[in-house]
């Protein structure tokens, strides 16, 4: 593993330092308390504490998460949350240029001068895409996938060649250091407001995408599917309220027009795949016209620590 990535890192049972160990063919990461974490075949480390109450999403579900993100379908949110990301990197520089001039130390005691590459953390990453995507702008930053799903974890681990992933549930004490990350992505994932505000370096920021209430509006009222909370932007305030500053909000749209393979795709990757009938859902989707109409609606929320 990077070791910009691994110094950042701690075990999520004491909180210590962890550093990688190699035993034959077996790979893992240890702490000094010797708790250890496998790194699994193919490519991410399970730093999950005990049991976890959920597995994320199905392998059918990456699978068509993948699918459609590949085809550039939400290339639009990609494209919001990398330059975002990067003002976010550009000021977190401009504070250490500042703290380097005074001698200042950071929180794990390194000097600024010393301030490692940034670190961009995208908890509940699925794939990695959104990752990669503001990794590729952002040339010399690191990144780290969290996510509970393993099919997810296994694509998220080649995401990028400046990525890891890590098997974490972000519900619980994440397993980083403090102020560890430069930017923390949110996209489309729960939001864990007090672990989040430890993570993030003061000058970072928290990236959040939501759906607008307009969001898929047509396969929604078509196929019946989960509609979008109208109170969904009143929610998420609600729940970093305490620990962020929403700096700025941005609403993001496209026109879709997909043809009805894409559409089965798309739905299939969602929520809405939990909660519809395969066959009655093939059934509409048949009836669709093609192109298929689609409107993709995103909130992205910026959001500074208190």
């Keep these: 593993m990077d070791h910009r990535i691994l110094d950042r890192l701690r075990c999520p049972v004491c909180a210590e330092p962890l550093a990688e160990t190699t035993a034959g063919t077996t790979r893992a990461l240890r702490c000094p308390r010797r708790h250890s974490f496998d790194l699994a075949r193919q490519g991410y480390v399970n730093l999950l504490a005990g049991r976890t ?144 505000h430890r993570v993030l370096d003061p000058a970072g920021a928290l990236l959040v995408v939501t759906p607008a209430e307009d969001h898929l509006a047509e396969l929604v009222a078509a196929l019946d599917l989960l509609r979008v909370d109208p109170v969904k932007a009143d929610r998420v305030a609600g729940s970093l309220g305490s620990h962020f500053v929403e700096e700025s909000a941005t609403l993001h749209r496209a026109r879709l027009a997909l043809t009805r393979p894409e559409v089965a795709t798309l739905v299939g990757m969602g929520p809405s795949a939990w909660h519809t009938d395969p066959s009655r859902l093939a059934e509409r989707i048949a009836a669709l016209p093609e192109p298929v ?14």
């Excluded at 109409?293 to 208190?306: M, Q």
Aim: no cysteine; aromatic share 6%.
């Design 53 to 196: 109450p959920h597995s994320g999403d199905s392998a059918d579900m990456v699978a068509a998460r993948a699918d459609f993100l590949a085809a550039g379908h939400y290339d639009t949110v990609a494209a919001a949350l990398a330059a975002a990301a990067a003002e976010v990197v550009d000021r977190v520089r401009g504070t250490t240029d500042a703290a380097t001039t005074r001698g200042d130390r950071r929180a794990d005691g390194t000097s600024a001068a010393e301030a490692p590459s940034p670190l961009v953390v995208d908890a509940g990453a699925g794939t990695g895409w959104y990752l990669a995507a503001v990794l590729a702008a952002l040339p010399d930053a690191v990144g780290l996938a969290l996510d509970v799903a393993k099919p997810a974890l296994r694509r998220a681990a080649r995401a990028h060649p400046r990525a890891a992933a890590a098997l974490a549930d972000t519900w619980q004490r994440l397993p980083l250091a403090d102020a560890s990350a430069a930017v923390l992505l949110n996209v489309f994932a729960p939001r864990n407001g007090p672990e989040f």
């Design 293 to 306: 109409p689609v409107t993709l609606a995103v909130r992205l929320g910026g959001y500074r620590p208190r």
